[in-house]
């Protein structure tokens, strides 16, 4: 398994057989899945944590699809992929999707192989869209060049701790947990347990210690995420 074919996925779907289907497959794929079987309950998880695409039913009790949809466009921190499933094929249903800001649509029945091709392609395209630098208050980070800036200092980051904090300000103002950034960084490969502790620790000593106040926050308990907005500067992407 690869590191890029690594993907975190809500999945928003009533019916259980499908859910179950798909989520069989893709994890023996390696992804990674989160479950939601009614609209309201798939929206706050999406506004909650972080995911690299979300699966949305069109047909959802208590909210449907579309106004999940139009919902995560309106209140999300970033924009999250979103492929739409639906059995209805009509030309109107497709554009209303769309419209309210999908990123994909896939009818039933459909292929689990189809599925994962999609959305495979849908997130590799979103990270193709973003912006190769990526500014949040004082801290700067180049993505394609590898290197990071604070209050236009360059950091010596190690490459694991360029990878580390490149995701959680990614995130940003989300929070990333443990098990997450472990996942992102090692998949599925064992490392040791105190790994994730070492680098963090590093990245702080170059992040932080030489600044007035650290950006780097850990909520315990939860995960890591920059603290941004308290120090009276405002995000910018």
Same mark, same amino acid.
């Given at each position: ?10 999945? =928003? ?11 069989? +497959?893709?994890?023996?794929?390696? #992804?990674? $899945? ?8 798939g929206l706050d998880l999406a506004l909650q944590a972080?995911?690299?695409? =979300? ?5 959802? %009790? ?12 309106? #209140? ?11 059995a209805r094929d009509s030309i109107e249903d497709k ?9 994909? +649509?896939?009818?039933?029945? $459909? ?15 979103? @990270? ?11 801290? /700067? ?8 800036? !604070?209050? !236009?200092?360059? @950091? ?5 701790? $360029?990878?580390?904090?490149? @995701?959680?300000?990614?995130?940003? %103002?989300?929070?990333?947990? !443990? ?5 992102? @960084? ?12 070492? #680098?963090?620790?590093?990245? !702080?000593?170059?992040?932080?210690? %030489? ?8 909520? #315990?308990?939860?995960? $890591?995420?920059?603290?941004?907005? /308290?120090?009276?500067?405002?995000p910018q992407e």
């Amino acid at each position: 398994m690869t590191e890029s074919a690594e993907l975190h996925v809500l999945l =928003i779907e009533d019916e259980s057989s499908i859910a179950k289907n798909i989520a069989e +497959y893709m994890e023996q794929k390696g #992804h990674i $899945f989160d479950f939601a079987s009614q609209g309201q309950l798939g929206l706050d998880l999406a506004l909650q944590a972080y995911y690299d695409l =979300i699966i949305l039913d069109l047909n959802l %009790p208590v909210m449907d699809g579309i106004e999940v949809c139009r919902q995560l466009r309106k #209140h999300a921190e970033r924009h999250i992929p979103i492929l739409m499933l639906t059995a209805r094929d009509s030309i109107e249903d497709k554009v209303t999707g769309f419209q309210v800001g999908a990123d994909d +649509y896939l009818t039933k029945p $459909f292929s689990l192989q189809e599925l994962e091709v999609r959305c495979l392609a849908l997130s590799r395209r979103h @990270l193709l869209n973003r912006k190769d630098i990526l500014t949040l208050g004082p801290l /700067t980070i180049d993505i394609k060049k590898k290197t990071a800036t !604070r209050d !236009r200092e360059l @950091l010596a980051l190690s490459a694991m701790g $360029f990878k580390i904090l490149t @995701l959680i300000a990614q995130a940003y %103002p989300q929070v990333v947990s !443990r098990s997450e950034l472990s996942h992102k @960084l090692w998949g599925d490969e064992p490392t040791e347990s105190d790994a994730l502790r070492s #680098h963090i620790y590093q990245l !702080r000593a170059v992040l932080d210690k %030489p600044f007035a106040y650290p950006l780097l926050q850990t909520l #315990h308990g939860v995960g $890591f995420t920059l603290d941004i907005v /308290t120090q009276g500067q405002q995000p910018q992407e």
